[in-house]
């Protein structure tokens, strides 16, 4: 099993990053999915989830509206959107099939994760 996400990188308070995670190695499309950022010196904070089908999504406060999270089961791609990033999203995101859709550290597979940085 691989969850490999990329799309990371530096970008300035209020841009804009899109973040993806192929998978394979399990049947993709039979997995909720969800991803889940660690900010440095903090513990991990969920963020986003999706149901296997695609047809529900579920945000922390923090990042509604700015957040939108979806997948290509064809692709087996998951991704996250992000938009008027804000310093406090700086933070290392990774991929995640999950036990429990909200759950930080109950999951089948995580991925090696990416950087996200936001500063001017």
């Known amino acids: 099993v691989q969850l490999v996400e990329s799309g990371g990188g530096l970008v300035q308070p209020g841009g804009s990053l899109r973040l993806s995670c192929a998978a394979s190695?399990?049947?993709?499309?039979?997995?909720?999915m969800s991803w889940v950022r660690q900010a440095p010196g903090k513990g991990p904070e969920w963020v986003s989830g999706?149901?296997?089908?695609?047809?529900?999504?579920y945000y922390t406060d923090s990042v509604k509206g700015r957040f939108t999270i979806s997948r290509d089961n064809a692709k087996q791609t998951l991704f996250l959107q992000m938009n008027s990033l804000k310093p406090e999203d700086t933070a290392v995101y990774y991929c995640?099939?999950?036990?429990?859709?909200?759950?930080?550290?109950?999951?089948?597979?995580r991925g090696q994760g990416t950087q996200v940085t936001v500063s001017s």
């Open positions: 999706i149901n296997s089908s695609g047809s529900r999504t």
């Open positions: 995640t099939a999950p036990r429990d859709i909200y759950s930080t550290g109950r999951y089948y597979w």
């Open positions: 190695g399990f049947t993709f499309e039979t997995y909720a």
